[in-house]
């Protein structure tokens, strides 16, 4: 049995984990869920948006299902996801975003995966006032460590997984020093590989290059700023956030979650997609060395998908609603 820390989060967050907890049971996975609070919800009833108990929780077990956690902007306390992030040195955000049967989209036969150093960059929040409401400043950070080991987790995903290609995104020619730091790692382990392409492009043109033909790039490594918006990027090329999962990985604990919104307006209405919360636990399966649980589920959302897209949610193009998606797929796995 896997002890797994499970935060439903705020907004959607109830309805899609049951959802996907639900999922998971019918397939036959044997998980013991210890249910933990974070986010907003949290911090209006504790006053704090990651309780002790949740932080112990996941210090214990190592390994976390996570739901969509909302994030106050401009002010307010600091982003949940972040904190948990550095606080069990989850360096390694992985987005997979791949075309998926009957899902509206320009584009098809999209297949890339985003490693995302998840530690340093912008990203570490080390902002100060130079002059108060007028003058403010962010510091990135960019060490050579962290840079290799987020590109040798790249490079070590397409060796196992068969993967051809690596691209290192980088913006070396404005922000020489860090971000050419980054390329510069990228360039040596990419000699400890030679079986696999490597190729570098600036953030700019590697946005362009995604929206004009997609089919180009395998995985894609990059520091925290640009991998948050890549990756989004690309999961918009084959549907949205609401069908892409993410997983955050350190050496020794993992993280799994939603990336997207919390969706408070349309919370507790059966409406909620639980498709990336769904692949996010995939992802969690396989980390876990349960594949063929996991390839039992991705069978069955497959087959709902292809089959009986009547009975999705209204933002896949559905005329379902949470419940009843999530009863077609754990039929199909009963099946």
């Excluded at 860090?178 to 990419?190: I, M, N, S």
Aim: proline residues 3%; contains cysteine; glycine residues 8%.
């Amino acid at each position: 049995m896997h002890n797994i820390v499970l935060i439903p989060g705020d907004g959607i967050g109830a309805e899609i984990t049951r959802s996907v907890t639900k999922i998971l049971k019918t397939a036959g996975a044997d998980i013991n869920w210890i249910e933990c609070q974070a986010g907003e919800k949290a911090y209006q009833e504790s006053g704090d948006s990651i309780p002790k108990e949740t932080l112990e929780a996941i210090n214990k077990h190592r390994i976390a299902l996570k739901g969509p956690l909302t994030t106050p902007v401009g002010s307010g306390f600091r982003s949940v996801n972040v904190t948990l992030r550095q606080e069990f040195d989850l360096y390694s955000n992985i987005r997979p975003a791949k075309s998926l049967p009957n899902i509206t989209s320009r584009y098809s036969n999209v297949d890339i995966i985003t490693f995302r150093e998840n530690t340093q960059g912008l990203y570490i929040g080390k902002e100060h006032w130079v002059d108060e409401g007028e003058h403010a400043e962010s510091i990135a950070v960019v060490t050579r460590k962290a840079s290799r080991r987020i590109i040798t987790a790249a490079f070590e995903y397409a060796k196992t997984s068969n993967r051809k290609k690596v691209t290192l995104v980088h913006k070396a020619n404005i922000l020489k020093l860090t971000t050419g730091l980054f390329l510069e790692v990228g360039q040596d382990v990419a000699k400890e590989y030679p079986d696999i392409e490597f190729q570098d492009l600036i953030v700019d043109n590697m946005a362009m290059q995604m929206v004009l033909n997609p089919k180009q790039f395998d995985i894609i490594v990059t520091t925290n700023l640009f991998g948050d918006i890549l990756s989004d990027l690309a999961s918009g090329l084959v549907g949205g956030l609401g069908v892409t999962g993410a997983a955050n990985i350190g050496d020794d604990a993992a993280i799994f979650e939603a990336v997207h919104g919390s969706a408070p307006d349309i919370a507790g209405k059966n409406l909620a997609n639980p498709t990336a919360l769904l692949f996010s636990a995939m992802m969690m399966l396989e980390y876990l060395g349960e594949d063929s649980i996991r390839n039992r589920i991705l069978s069955a959302l497959y087959k709902v998908l292809l089959d009986q897209k009547y009975v999705c949610t209204p933002d896949i193009d559905g005329d379902g609603n949470t419940i009843t998606y999530t009863e077609a797929i754990c039929a199909a796995l009963r099946y």
